[in-house]
């Protein structure tokens, strides 16, 4: 099952560092795997009106749906109480 979400106000840094503390294991710069699940992050800015950008995460999480609806639930509390 594929999943892709995106938060805004945070980093890649910090989504990464969310992932590890959900179980799973940065791969390489982008990507984090843990035990059922793969997640491929990439980083843009945004507009918010005419002068104020922030910037969004965007992530691919692949895996068993059983494992990524939780995950993914988890990650967004973690991703809103840092980001807003």
Known sequence: MERERSF???SVRAAIGYLENLGG?????TTVEGDG???????EKVAI??????????????????TLEPLIEKF?????RAGG
């Open 8 to 10: 805004r106000g945070i």
């Open 25 to 29: 294991e940065q791969q390489d710069e």
């Open 37 to 43: 699940w793969a997640a491929s992050l990439s980083e």
């Open 49 to 66: 009106g005419p002068s104020l950008q922030l910037n969004e995460v965007t992530i691919q999480f692949d895996g068993d749906p059983e």
């Open 76 to 80: 967004a509390q973690k991703a809103m």
